[in-house]
């Protein structure tokens, strides 16, 4: 189970493991990519009507079942020799896969 922050903006769904704020977030374990359905977030956390508001931030308290990739700080190469790297452009040092949403709260 997981519980932090996940910041989601156009390009990016950033996870902040174990954060309970926006505010606490530079304290708190680099972000890694966080695979999640963004309509079914939005609409548990009450924000169904902004759903096509894609260019607008979003920000909730999430707790959830998922899983992450093995190395969540990736310096594998692939058959390119490039970094394995997660999320869009392989901005991202690891991924976290939500399986199912326990509780959202939008911040």
Same mark, same amino acid.
């Given at each position: %189970?997981?519980?932090?922050?996940?910041?989601?903006? #156009? &390009?990016?769904?950033?996870?902040?493991?174990? *954060? +309970?704020? %926006?505010?606490?977030?530079? $304290?708190? !374990?680099? =972000?890694?990519?966080? &695979?999640?359905?963004?309509?079914? $977030?939005?609409? !548990?956390?009450?924000? *169904?009507?902004?759903? *096509? &508001?894609?260019? +607008?931030?979003?920000?909730?308290? /999430?707790? #959830?079942?998922?899983? &992450?990739?093995?190395?969540?700080?990736?310096?594998?190469?692939? =058959?390119?020799?490039?970094?394995? !790297?997660?999320?869009?452009?392989?901005?991202?040092?690891?991924?976290? /896969?939500?399986?199912?949403?326990? $509780?959202?709260?939008?911040?």
């Amino acid at each position: %189970m997981y519980e932090g922050v996940c910041y989601d903006t #156009f &390009e990016g769904q950033q996870f902040f493991d174990r *954060a +309970t704020t %926006m505010a606490v977030i530079p $304290a708190s !374990r680099s =972000s890694v990519w966080l &695979e999640i359905n963004r309509n079914e $977030a939005l609409a !548990r956390a009450n924000l *169904a009507n902004r759903i *096509a &508001e894609v260019m +607008t931030p979003h920000a909730y308290r /999430v707790r #959830f079942v998922g899983a &992450e990739t093995l190395n969540m700080n990736c310096n594998d190469r692939d =058959s390119f020799g490039r970094s394995s !790297r997660f999320g869009h452009e392989g901005a991202f040092p690891g991924m976290v /896969v939500v399986e199912r949403i326990l $509780a959202i709260d939008a911040l």
